[in-house]
Antibody
């Protein structure tokens, strides 16, 4: 069974770039779609976007100007970079797997809390 | 953007009772592209059921879904102690995926 694990700094300063990596184990990153979702403390879920193993992407328009998703197939991992962060970007960030376009988020990582603060 | 509105915000029920959770979409979507997730405190969401009635691995048959167009329902036939949690609906019909704001099912 595939497992996903997010990693990255837990604290980012305002105006800096938030960078996270999701390591995929128990299966290949190839042939699937890989998503990011976030959840501000005490609030609901927000879809960030996804990347196909081929490199094609879909982004939430609200974040598109600041967001870059990338995939590293040899390392079996994918990454998120969100620039010019503010306190509003403080959240638990989850990575997740979609079997295909038009499919639900089948497997999730445990999530990692990122706090934006000086 | 397709907005999903879940109701009620909180559902207070006793174990053994039936839970009915609603998810209303701002425009019509195919029920094939609606999923439901369960989230417990401190945990990641877990996929429960999606589409017409496709349960994820290990999900018991007390969880079922119905609906079409703009109105979708998750039903838990008889609440077990482990079912008290927050539930989110999710649409992946459009290229911009969205979630509902969640329904908390709490012990009465």
């Amino acid at each position: 069974q595939v497992q996903l694990q997010e990693s990255g700094p837990g604290l980012v300063e305002p105006s800096e770039t938030l960078s996270l990596t999701c390591n995929v184990s128990g299966g290949s990153i190839s042939s699937y779609y890989w998503s990011w979702i976030r959840q501000p403390p005490g609030k609901g879920l927000e879809w960030i976007g996804y990347i196909h193993y081929s490199g094609s992407t879909k982004y939430n328009p609200a974040l598109k100007s600041r967001l870059t998703l990338s995939v590293d197939t040899p390392k079996n991992q994918f990454s998120l970079h969100l620039s010019s962060v503010t306190a509003a970007d403080t959240a638990v960030y989850y990575c997740a797997k979609k079997v295909g376009f038009g499919e639900p988020l089948e497997y999730w990582g445990r999530g990692t809390l990122v706090t934006v603060s000086s | 953007e397709i907005v999903l509105t879940q109701s009620p915000g909180t559902l207070s029920l006793s174990p053994g009772e039936r839970a009915t959770l609603s998810c209303r979409a701002s425009q019509s979507i195919s029920n094939s592209y609606v999923g439901w997730y369960q989230q417990k405190p401190g945990q990641a969401p877990r996929l429960l059921i999606y589409g017409a009635s496709n349960r994820a691995t290990g999900i018991p048959d007390r969880f079922s879904v119905s609906g079409s167009g703009t109105d979708f329902t998750l039903t838990i036939s008889r609440l077990e102690p482990e079912d008290f949690a927050v539930y989110y609906c999710h649409q992946f019909d459009s290229s911009l995926e969205t979630f509902g704001q969640g329904t908390k099912v709490e012990i009465k």
